[in-house]
């Protein structure tokens, strides 16, 4: 498995060999001691998926601790523009996010450990986004940081996105009370 680090401490992509042939392909998408030797030591517990129409934008979510999730998220099908924040106030990277594409055709698995938000463009009708979290969903750890806080500057592209009234109504991280 190839593992890629990142500016930020943290996140890492990780790429498994994929195995072509007539029939199609076949590739690891959780390996338990591959992702120990890139450092993810974390259990998981609990699998999500959703399924998103181009132009969705859900984001920037994260859950407070004690349940904080480190996310293993991968595209199954279609594509989209990922995107996580440090939100870990003490970091050296505070407010610094990463982007990146993830596709279907690549089969990369993107490692964000807690202390990041985190948000995705669909890029396709009907792209099936996978996530393996290393906590339950907790209601009310719920957070999130709204997408477009000018104090970060995501560069999103277009404009024409769907955002859940929920998502269109979070607060800026100036705005948000100390989590990490």
Same mark, same amino acid.
Not at 5 to 17: C, H, M, S, V, Y
Not at 125 to 149: M, Q, V
């Given at each position: 498995?190839?593992?890629?680090?990142? *500016? !930020?401490?943290?996140?890492?992509?990780? #790429?498994?060999?994929? =195995?072509?042939?007539?029939?199609? +392909?076949?590739?690891?998408?959780?390996?338990?001691?591959?992702?120990?030797?890139?450092?993810?030591?974390?259990?998981?517990?609990?699998?999500?998926?959703?399924?998103?129409?181009?132009?969705?934008?859900?984001?920037?979510?994260?859950?407070?601790?004690?349940?904080?999730?480190?996310?293993?998220?991968?595209?199954?099908?279609?594509?989209?523009? *990922? !995107?996580?924040?440090?939100?870990?106030? #003490?970091?050296?990277? =505070?407010?610094?996010?990463?982007? +990146?594409?993830?596709?279907?055709?690549?089969?990369?698995?993107?490692?964000?450990?807690?202390?990041?938000?985190?948000?995705?463009?669909?890029?396709?009708?009907?792209?099936?986004?996978?996530?393996?979290c290393t906590a339950p969903y907790n209601n009310a750890s719920e957070r999130g940081i709204i997408y477009n806080d000018s104090d970060i500057g995501i560069p999103w592209p277009g404009d024409n996105f769907i955002v859940s009234d929920k998502d269109l109504v979070l607060p800026a991280l100036k705005l948000s009370e100390k989590i990490f």
């Amino acid at each position: 498995m190839k593992v890629t680090k990142f *500016d !930020i401490e943290g996140p890492l992509l990780l #790429e498994p060999k994929v =195995f072509y042939d007539d029939r199609g +392909l076949f590739f690891e998408s959780y390996n338990e001691l591959e992702l120990a030797k890139a450092g993810i030591t974390d259990k998981f517990v609990q699998d999500n998926e959703s399924v998103s129409k181009k132009n969705v934008l859900r984001g920037m979510h994260f859950q407070a601790p004690p349940y904080a999730q480190g996310k293993l998220v991968h595209v199954v099908f279609g594509s989209v523009i *990922d !995107i996580v924040i440090d939100i870990r106030e #003490e970091s050296p990277t =505070f407010t610094k996010y990463i982007m +990146l594409t993830l596709s279907a055709d690549k089969k990369q698995l993107f490692w964000i450990p807690p202390g990041f938000a985190h948000g995705f463009l669909a890029l396709e009708d009907n792209t099936i986004f996978r996530y393996k979290c290393t906590a339950p969903y907790n209601n009310a750890s719920e957070r999130g940081i709204i997408y477009n806080d000018s104090d970060i500057g995501i560069p999103w592209p277009g404009d024409n996105f769907i955002v859940s009234d929920k998502d269109l109504v979070l607060p800026a991280l100036k705005l948000s009370e100390k989590i990490f």
